[in-house]
Structure formats: C-alpha cells, structure tokens
C-alpha cells in the first residue's frame, strides 16, 4: 500500500482515484486515513462487507464492555506507540 502526505494526496486526487492502488494518507508522519478504490460492480459486496463490520464491531463492544469511544482510542492507528 502506497503512503503520501495530504498534501500529495489533495494535489494528486484525480490520479488517486483512477488508480486501483490503496493510498494511506498521513499528517505529520501519522496516518489519518485510506482510500480504497473499488469497482462499481462490487458495490453489493462492499454494503456486505460493511454490514459484517458493523455487526463485528457491535459484538466486541458487548463483548468487552467498553463504550464505541473506548473501542474507537484502541483501535486508533495513528497514535504512536
């Protein structure tokens, strides 16, 4: 997976977004997001695939008994460690 700075990334979008290449997007060395590309045909897949994340992140919540903000600072990738 490619990683560029937002910079690079708002200069470049239309590049980006014709490529099937993922993109992490970084501030200050620290990831911030991704873009993904995906192919109007997969549609139905992706809203399948959202939907198990969903029900994923819905059980590790009941399960750990922590709150969507406490899941959310764990699973928070661009902190440093």
Same mark, same amino acid.
């Given at each position: 997976m490619k990683?560029?700075?937002i910079r690079e990334f708002r200069d470049k979008a239309s590049q980006y977004l014709a490529s099937r290449e993922a993109v992490a997007v970084k501030r200050h060395g620290k990831i911030v997001g991704f873009y993904i590309p995906v192919e109007q045909s997969e549609e139905i897949e992706i809203e399948q695939a959202l939907q198990r994340l969903n029900q994923t992140v819905e059980t %590790?919540? %009941?399960e750990s008994g922590m709150d969507e903000a406490a899941l959310a600072? %764990?699973?928070?990738l661009s902190k440093s460690e």
């Amino acid at each position: 997976m490619k990683s560029v700075g937002i910079r690079e990334f708002r200069d470049k979008a239309s590049q980006y977004l014709a490529s099937r290449e993922a993109v992490a997007v970084k501030r200050h060395g620290k990831i911030v997001g991704f873009y993904i590309p995906v192919e109007q045909s997969e549609e139905i897949e992706i809203e399948q695939a959202l939907q198990r994340l969903n029900q994923t992140v819905e059980t %590790a919540i %009941a399960e750990s008994g922590m709150d969507e903000a406490a899941l959310a600072h %764990a699973l928070d990738l661009s902190k440093s460690e």
